[in-house]
């Protein structure tokens, strides 16, 4: 049923994640319009991505006649959409992909740090399945630490922006200059004057560099553990080998990562040190993953479970579901009429949604939490499965 008229909400420019992701889960006045698509990277490319984005509203409009025959004129529901890409034109090839969500009197568009699948869907709710791979491991932080430079970065699977910190000395040498560490020359003559000249031995400075490191790292991790107060997302180091094990000596973050990325983060581009840092994160086993699928397995069968669609929805509309795991790839077009009434349909008929999204959309909503997992996860045939909370 259409949502009472509210004041139009054009939000753009940042990722979708946390509060932002959640707002796409808010009911919408369909027809709700999705948008995926990947960006070609380069200034050659401006005219190209422009035009692929065109063709998507053409095609978005054109569908929207088709399916939606006596909703708004379908170009003024997709003005604002045009709005931006004519906007945004010289702005597109530094993008690597775009998601666009359209309704009446509300347009959202984020960035993509990742590939997803691309396309157009038009349905009663915004089509999130895509993004739902991308937030399984979704907050994670990275600490690049050289002698010259500390950075602290805050990323997901959506977005990597750099944080500012407060009370961390910006390299090595403004620690020694705070701390009054005199920079000194110690050398004596290793053996007597040959030809008027004196072998000079350093040792101070030298014998001392190991500890000075241990202090710049203690002094960077008080102003570091300040800022990363109350958060427990995975911290990711970024160094050269050796100082790895120095900074692990005195760090006082409790959910820092084991290991790290090895080189010297001053010489790699952010989107290597991000790329490098969703590696490691995906090497860890997300936990939570883990447990849902640990208590579907040993309650498989039992009140507490079920893999039938049309109980899941109805369960999730009544905010019973734990634990929703979606068969990667998969996807199951029907219709739902609250509380209970699930249409399943072998093909996408028209007014159809697809109903794996929908599941997500309303565990969503009630504060569960969605995995999307392998077929071997799952029982045979299942698209879904989920654990319930009573």
Known sequence: MPTAARTPNFEAQSPPSGSRFLALLDPCDPPCVSIYTMMEPGRWATDRNFRKMEYLLQNAERQLATRSPRSAEPSE??????????????TLQSRKGLALFIARNQFRHYDLLESVPEGIDIGRQFFVRPLLPLLSNDHFFLLALSQDRVRLFEGSSLEFKELKVEGVPENLRQDFEEQSFERERQFHSASPAIMGKQSAVFHGPHLQQKDRILHFFRDMDKGISATLKGQAAPLVLAAVHYLIPIYQKVNSYPHLIEGGILGNPDYQAEDSLYAAARKILLEHANPDRQSALKMYSENVKTRL?????????????????????????????????APDNVHVHTAREIGDDELLNLAAILTLRHRGQVFVVAPESLPEAAPLAAVYRF
């Open 77 to 90: 529901l997709l003005a604002p959409a045009r709005q931006f890409i004519e906007r945004e034109k010289l």
């Open 305 to 337: 479970t079920s893999s039938n669609l049309r109980e899941v929805i109805g369960a999730a509309e009544q905010g019973r579901v734990r634990f929703l795991l979606l068969l990667e790839g998969a996807e199951q077009w029907g219709a739902f009429v």
